[in-house]
């Protein structure tokens, strides 16, 4: 495979593309608010590295200590996505993004790498299949069955933070914590909006705007979460007819 990557930084991420949607120089809102959270969090060792083409291949991850997720873990990487989608499937590109992650990790002196699965594979979540492959195991897990995968490489383990267990708060409207770490948020944002004003159905977003936040998160969290009459939902972003079903419950 002869294939260029490039890592982001403070220097081109203005004239890269985020890979997730790609646009002409057009601006899109969901990929100006992701470059705008990126910005933040690439001088504290966050990765966003790219296949030099307009395409959608890329991996993302970050010291967990600094990952805006409810996991904690002495010493590990976060793996908050790898994906590769249309066209470049098949080609190699993801297991090239893989062994460069874990070659990273090694580099870095890091005890390992972990991502969030789940018992059965979510749509908004990497292939966990996939990381099965390079030794990933499942290391914590939740009620709501959810699953902590995790590749250590000197037996140390990471855990889900003990409020990403509790999956209830005392909220009972529809209820949607997000960040822009992805840039198709702002989209569901808006559409959301429009649907529950329309239907005169009382909505709470609650932005997740810190580290601090991150990490005392009442559930489980890659970038955003969904919860209706108190009871946590799923992290997949949803549609208005996901939202329908969750209503007629």
Same mark, same amino acid.
Request: glycine share 8%; aromatic share 12%.
């Given at each position: 495979?002869?294939?260029?990557?490039? /890592?982001?930084?403070?220097? /081109?991420?203005?004239?890269?593309? %985020?890979?997730?949607?790609?646009?002409?120089?057009?601006?899109?809102?969901?990929?100006?608010?992701?470059?705008?959270?990126?910005?933040?969090?690439? %001088?504290?060792?966050?990765?966003?590295?790219?296949?030099?083409?307009?395409?959608?291949?890329?991996?993302?991850?970050?010291?967990?200590?600094?990952?805006?997720?409810?996991?904690?873990?002495? /010493?590990?990487?976060?793996?908050? $996505?790898?994906?590769?989608?249309?066209?470049?499937?098949?080609? &190699?590109?993801?297991?090239?993004?893989?062994?460069? $992650?874990?070659?990273?990790?090694?580099?870095?002196?890091?005890?390992?790498?972990?991502?969030?699965?789940?018992?059965?594979?979510?749509?908004?979540?990497?292939?966990?299949?996939?990381?099965?492959?390079?030794?990933?195991? %499942?290391?914590?897990?939740?009620?709501? &069955?959810?699953?902590?995968?995790?590749?250590?490489?000197?037996?140390?383990?990471?855990?889900?933070?003990?409020?990403?267990?509790?999956?209830?708060?005392?909220?009972?409207?529809?209820?949607?914590?997000?960040?822009?770490? $992805?840039?198709?948020?702002?989209?569901?944002?808006?559409?959301?909006?429009?649907?529950?004003?329309?239907? &005169?159905?009382?909505?709470?977003?609650?932005?997740?705007?810190?580290?601090?936040?991150?990490?005392?998160?009442? $559930?489980?969290? /890659?970038?955003?979460?969904?919860?209706?009459?108190?009871?946590?939902?799923?992290?997949?972003?949803?549609?208005?007819?996901?939202?329908?079903?969750?209503?007629?419950?």
């Amino acid at each position: 495979m002869d294939a260029r990557f490039i /890592n982001l930084t403070p220097e /081109n991420l203005a004239d890269e593309q %985020v890979s997730c949607i790609i646009r002409s120089k057009k601006p899109h809102p969901g990929i100006e608010a992701k470059k705008h959270w990126l910005a933040e969090r690439l %001088v504290e060792g966050h990765v966003f590295r790219k296949l030099d083409a307009k395409a959608t291949v890329f991996i993302e991850y970050a010291p967990l200590e600094t990952a805006w997720v409810p996991i904690v873990g002495d /010493n590990y990487i976060y793996l908050y $996505c790898l994906w590769v989608y249309g066209a470049p499937k098949g080609q &190699g590109y993801g297991r090239a993004l893989m062994e460069y $992650c874990l070659a990273d990790a090694r580099a870095k002196g890091k005890s390992g790498v972990c991502m969030l699965g789940a018992k059965k594979q979510k749509s908004w979540l990497s292939d966990q299949s996939f990381a099965k492959k390079y030794g990933f195991e %499942v290391v914590d897990t939740t009620n709501n &069955g959810y699953e902590l995968l995790a590749l250590s490489f000197d037996g140390g383990m990471p855990r889900f933070a003990p409020g990403a267990k509790e999956e209830r708060i005392e909220r009972q409207e529809l209820t949607i914590y997000y960040d822009f770490q $992805c840039p198709y948020v702002p989209g569901h944002i808006e559409s959301l909006k429009r649907y529950c004003e329309d239907k &005169g159905v009382p909505l709470s977003l609650v932005q997740v705007d810190s580290l601090q936040k991150a990490k005392e998160l009442p $559930c489980v969290f /890659n970038n955003w979460a969904v919860f209706y009459q108190g009871n946590f939902e799923t992290v997949n972003l949803v549609d208005t007819a996901y939202v329908e079903r969750i209503l007629k419950k």
